[in-house]
């Protein structure tokens, strides 16, 4: 039997991954420890996203995303770049102005090529778009991107995308496909209209940020997802955490155990090539703060990176 996650992963055909940041591989060596023994693949919780990457017009700072390509390729490890264009952390000095479209088409294509060129080699898939619909199944009007350009501004970051790196893989990422409905029947029109077309985007991330009381059932889940699978798709779970409704107890944990072991034989159902969860210790997680403490304890370690339950769940998950 495995004792890591990646090496149980391995012998499933498959990738496990979860977001990380450079600060606390430098800071903490127990972090990186666990990172680097559990872990086949990462991604940038923050680092490597415009906001960061293009901080001033004429200047860009790769300085941490090439020390996560370095801890990828240090490790054996493949890095997922996360993200070129969303409508939240964007290049700051795009996020409200007032371009014209075609200056507007110019920072967008420079950003992409740029971005995509530098990393070329060290990325193994780019996920280009971001959260471009919303919950109710329109187009964010909230992007900068959409606001300047319009809607094509995601059939250009992807066919860009692939000129700078022909080799990288490209992807749709989105939270709340999962289930059926507007949101999951409008990104699926858009993957289809954008393959449709000719435009070079290989893969779905589903984020896959689902509470523990988010239950479901899991023929309908898989049938949903099939649908974009069935596209021709690469599929990737890329952001998974599973938020407990707080106080966290022993049953609480347990049931979250259970539920990771059905996400991965979901996963595994669809062919998925990559597990990723948003984060791998309860010390460092986005939930807390963004739930205001109404939920926590969503990953695989505890604060003390010390596996729990869910992880050998995981395992097993992956073995059978
Ligand atoms: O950089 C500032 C820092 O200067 C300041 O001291 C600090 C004080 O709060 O804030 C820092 O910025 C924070 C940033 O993360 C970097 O740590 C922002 O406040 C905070 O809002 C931001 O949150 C990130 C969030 O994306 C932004 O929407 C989360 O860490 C990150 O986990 C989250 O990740 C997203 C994925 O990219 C896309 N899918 C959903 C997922 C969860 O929201």
Known sequence: MATTLREAATRAGMRVGTCCTPKMIEADPVYAATLAREFDCIVAENCMKPKYQAPERGRFDFTEGD?????????????RGHTLAWHTQVIPWVADAAFTRTEALEILHEYVMTTVSHFRGGVWCWDVVNEAVTDEGGWRIKSPWFRLIGPDYIDHAFRWAHEADPEVRLFYNDYGLELPGPKANRALRLVRTLLDDGVPVHGIGFQGHLGLDNRFDR???IANLRCFRDLGLEVQFTEVDMGIPQPTTPEKLEQQAEEYATRIAIARDLGATAFVWWGFTDAHSWLPTFTKGQFDDGLLFDRDCRPKPAHGAVLRALEQ
């Open 219 to 221: 023929a309908q889940i």
């Open 67 to 79: 020390k996560l390509v370095a801890f990828a390729r240090a490790h054996g490890m493949k890095l």
